[in-house]
């Protein structure tokens, strides 16, 4: 059995270099995912906090109509699930059909007594922005959901939702990037002085 960071490590490949048409796509992913829950993880609202950007979901054939089709409809690296522990909530953000409409759902959660790894989860307003103009607020109001924490480290969350959902999120990759980026140019405007 592989480490927790070889885990981690091959999971990543896979999404983000593995061919998704490729039939040991789904079945990669499902094997880190299995190696890294064996970890027994808990919920820690430290390490939760922040922002959060998908990038693999896999829907049940449980899940909600809307979650299916904000998975179709969605633009690539474009979807977050932010957590605000201080709040007790967390944000699902989801920019769809090519950027014309951003969709959001406001969910309060708590621990669960007994339950380490799960968070309760009450979906308290949801919304669509059309063309950053426009915004419908949803009839989506869900009480009773959870989410199961099946791996957490400072970049990397992997969980089950109450359908049977699993959703694999690291810290946004593009202010990452830009960060290191700007550390690099002051770095380099510093020698030049």
Sequence with gaps: MRSAKESKEKLLDVILKGDEQSPSYLQDITSAIQELSASKCKFDSQTADGEWQLVFQQDSSDSPALQKFTRATEDSGKTFANFDVKEGVFYNKAS????????????????VPGKEERISCDITDARVTIANFLTIPLPLRVKGGWL?????????????????GIFVHVRPIIPAMAIVFLQQLLADSSRLT
């Design 96 to 111: 769809v059909l090519s950027g014309v409409a951003d969709l959001q759902a406001t969910v309060k959660f708590d621990t």
């Design 148 to 164: 199961d924490f099946l791996y957490l480290d400072k970049d990397l969350r992997v969980t089950r939702g109450n359908r049977g």
